[in-house]
Every structure is written in structure tokens, then in C-alpha cells.
């Protein structure tokens, strides 16, 4: 697909990448609109290379060689040992050159039409508008918040976390309108 002029891929990822993702989450640390773990914590390569890549699946937005985005999702993390495979939490991130531009919206498309769920769940630090927009549109319904719920360790501080819900073929169709109001051709192929 082609955004903003550049031709992006999105693959699903795995132990190969992490290097990687570890230097894209490096590009990301210093950026001040950035909401990803590595606000909240100090992430390690050795960190990265313990994700479980198949039971967590993660999907890149490369350009050529580079990753510009991603979005994980994280299944059955809810209510114990019954582990409920149905549901998967998000994480996700674009780079800030191609933020506002859409290919959030791919990102959400390819990982839906590949990982089969009924709901999906998110949480927002309180201070990410833009996140939280994008949630709205997606159909994303907001069901509450949890004040000083994370301790963000670069800032000293504790952050308020909104948590949101959805359901995934709405977030699906969503995302998909999105792509073509936005004249963006993607193809999940």
C-alpha cells in the first residue's frame, strides 16, 4: 500500500524481528506524543526477545527495511486458568511521520482479518487524545478509568489509564471505511 507517497507492508512478525522492534521502540522513546511501554519502563533487547510472538501476535508496518508502526494483540489475558481466547488486549504504535495519515487503520485491518476474536480491549494513559479519538472512531466504547494505575518511570510520576472495549467486527468494518474514505488501497494479500 502506498501512504504519503511511500510503500508500506504489513507482516506479521516474529522472533526475527525483534532487534528490530527494539530499535523502533528506541526511535520512539524520545518522542513526547509517544504512549507505548517504552514511556512507562525501560525496555531491554532481552526484554523484547522474550515476547511470546505466537501466543501475543504482532503485526509491523515496514517501510523497505524499517519498521513505522505496530499493533500486538495479547489473547486471553483475562480471568485465569479458563484464559479467554475470544478476547485480545491491544498495544500499538505509528512513528510520528506517518501519525494522522491512516496506517493505524491498516494496521487494525490486517491484525482483525487474521487473529479471530469477539471483543477487543485497550488502555489509554489519560493524557493520549489521539488515542483515544482513534478508539471512538473504531466504535470503541469507554467504560471507565483508573486514576495513578501505572507509574510512568522516565516521568516520576503515576498516570490515569481510561479503559476502553469493542468489538471486533465492528472495529473491523471501522477500520476498513476508514482506509477507503481515505483512498488508501489495502489489501490484506
Do not use: C
Not at 144 to 149: L, M, Q, S, V, W
Not at 155 to 169: C, K, M, R, T
Amino acid at each position: 500500500m502506498i501512504i504519503d507517497g511511500k510503500r508500506i507492508e504489513i507482516i506479521k512478525a516474529n522472533e526475527n524481528y525483534a532487534e528490530k522492534f527494539y530499535e523502533y521502540l528506541q526511535e520512539l522513546k524520545d518522542d513526547p506524543e509517544n504512549y507505548t511501554v517504552i514511556r512507562y519502563q525501560e525496555v531491554k533487547l532481552e526484554d523484547v526477545n522474550k515476547i511470546k510472538w505466537e501466543d501475543n501476535p504482532m503485526f509491523l508496518a515496514l517501510e523497505g527495511n524499517r519498521i513505522v508502526g505496530s499493533l500486538q494483540i495479547i489473547r486471553g489475558k483475562y480471568f485465569g486458568i479458563a484464559r479467554q481466547n475470544h478476547v485480545g488486549e491491544l498495544a500499538y504504535s505509528v512513528s510520528k511521520e506517518f501519525r494522522g495519515k491512516g496506517l493505524i487503520y491498516a494496521l487494525f485491518s490486517h491484525a482483525l482479518e487474521n487473529i479471530k476474536l469477539k471483543i477487543i480491549t485497550a488502555w489509554v494513559d489519560e493524557r493520549n487524545i489521539r488515542s483515544q479519538k482513534l478508539l471512538e472512531k473504531l466504535n470503541f466504547t469507554k467504560l471507565g478509568k483508573i486514576n495513578e494505575f501505572m507509574y510512568s518511570l522516565r516521568e516520576g510520576i503515576y498516570v490515569n489509564l481510561l479503559f476502553y472495549v469493542g468489538n471486533a467486527d465492528n472495529i473491523l468494518r471501522r477500520a476498513k471505511e476508514e482506509l477507503e474514505r481515505r483512498g488508501i488501497k489495502y489489501s490484506d494479500s
